[in-house]
């Protein structure tokens, strides 16, 4: 019952030497698996508070729902945008164009999106999302629920918490930022959009 970890549908090697396997399998199965296992219990010390009338701590466990339940989310799109890598990859289709229209071209997006990524204090993500009037905007969250305007689809998520590539790339977030876009899936990215 409750929520569960979602499969991967690729190997932990598979998106090599861009995201190594070490990294990839811990933040699988422990850090990702750790936000499933606090979802669930947030779920269930609300459901107890319900049917006890004591509602004294219910603030705390709704924190704990929002935070455990956004890292379950986020980290469940993030799995599905990423793909084997290659040195030349980009968007195509429909989301190339919204980019060429919003940011000027491929490269001030990625420009834009790794500065704004980069610059994420402490421990988030950076996130493209599309705006209920089709627009495209840049966020950058911190932890996994924390600056974010309701009612946009996320499309893309690249998690720059350290347990994200810290095994590789120690301090070097930026190169982590870098590589990670050699990973993207377009075509998933396209799909949400
Ligand atoms: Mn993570």
Redesign the pocket.
């Known amino acids: 019952m409750g929520y569960k970890l979602p499969e991967l549908n690729y190997g932990y090697d598979a998106l090599e030497p861009y995201y190594d396997e070490g990294t990839l399998e811990l933040?699988h199965t422990k850090?990702?698996a750790g936000y499933v296992a606090g979802l669930n219990n947030a779920v269930a010390k609300l459901k107890e508070a319900r049917e006890n009338g004591d509602y004294s701590l219910v603030k705390h466990w709704e924190k704990e729902l929002a935070f455990h339940g956004a890292g379950h989310y986020l980290?469940s799109l993030f799995w599905e945008n990423l793909r084997v890598g290659s040195e030349d990859n980009k968007s195509t289709g429909a989301v190339f164009e919204a980019i060429e229209d919003t940011f000027g071209s491929f490269d001030k997006f990625k420009e834009e999106f790794s500065k704004v990524t980069l610059a994420v204090e402490g421990s988030g993500w950076g996130v493209l999302a599309r705006g209920p009037e089709g627009d495209l905007k840049i966020f950058s969250v911190e932890n996994h629920q924390k600056v974010f305007i309701p009612g946009y689809k996320i499309l893309l998520v690249c998690?720059v918490?350290e347990?994200?590539y810290y095994l590789k790339y120690q301090n070097r977030r930026a190169e982590w930022i870098e590589n990670f876009f050699k990973i993207v899936n377009w075509e998933e990215v396209e799909k949400r959009f």
């Open positions: 933040h850090h990702h980290h998690d918490w347990h994200a």
